[in-house]
């Protein structure tokens, strides 16, 4: 039995064009004719084009069945690499969809980084965008450290959050008086956090940049002014932290 491009490319389930791209580019032989210059397609080429169709839908490139072909070794070896490439894919979007399931339960902004969800929640949206500078900014380590700070908060941080811009000097010395102790506290219990910049990916100078931009464009004045007197309780503190 013999059968014309059509019937063959009806049988293995895909178009002519396809089988004529196929013969074009060399993957499937070209058929006898018969003697009024039909193709004659037999067994042979079916089964070719099925082999070549399920290849394709095993996610095998055209270029990489063609080297397949003339070597048995070689077409395993593409088929392990496949498969260890495919698990590699898997692994990924499954965490992709345990990552997307958390932001969706939590329902907190797409670029809260992993680990940060459930704690986010919480969070304004200052310190959401904040967070989404700091993840980026920080190496992992200092991610991880950040984190953990995050979960045992202060009760000024709130209040800190809160502050309004037009807060008196004496609000804001009251609260950075107030602070100073818990930010001590993450000094001892996070020296991770310490200068972190030196440690970011970006360098420790485009790092200090970036957090600077962040800082001034996110807090109010009257924040910024807390921050400063923060700075210096921290820098006052200094001769008594060393031996």
């Known amino acids: 039995m013999a059968w014309s491009t059509q019937q063959l490319a009806t049988i293995a389930n895909t178009t002519v064009n396809t089988v004529r791209h196929y013969h074009r580019i060399g993957l499937l032989p070209q058929p006898e004719r018969s003697g009024n210059g039909y193709k004659r397609y037999g067994i042979p080429h079916l089964v070719r ?22 070597d048995d070794a ?3 070896d593409e088929l392990r690499s496949l498969d260890a490439e495919l698990s590699t894919t898997i692994e990924r979007l499954t965490r992709v969809r345990a990552e997307l399931a958390l932001l969706l339960a939590h329902e907190v902004p797409a670029q809260t980084p992993p680990g940060f969800a459930e704690m ?16 980026t900014v920080f190496d992992e380590p200092t991610l991880e450290a950040f ?9 000024t941080d709130e209040e800190f959050d809160r502050l309004p811009a037009d807060a008196t000097d004496a609000d804001v010395a009251d609260l ?10 993450q000094r001892r ?45 921290r820098q006052d503190d200094a001769p008594a932290d060393r031996p």
């Open 49 to 70: 084009l099925l082999r070549i169709r399920r290849l394709r839908e095993l996610g095998i490139a055209l270029t990489q069945i063609a080297a397949m072909d003339h």
């Open 147 to 155: 984190r953990r700070a995050l979960s045992d908060p202060d009760p």
């Open 189 to 233: 219990d996070h020296p991770e956090l310490v200068d972190a910049a030196e440690r970011s990916p970006h360098g420790e100078a485009a790092a200090g940049l970036i957090l600077a931009h962040a800082v001034v464009e996110l807090y109010n004045p009257a924040q910024l002014r807390v921050l400063q007197r923060l700075d210096q309780i």
């Open 176 to 185: 950075a008086r107030r602070m100073a102790p818990a930010a001590r506290r």
């Open 120 to 135: 986010a929640q919480e969070f304004s949206p200052r310190q959401q965008s904040l967070l989404a500078v700091y993840a």
């Open 74 to 76: 070689a077409s395993l």
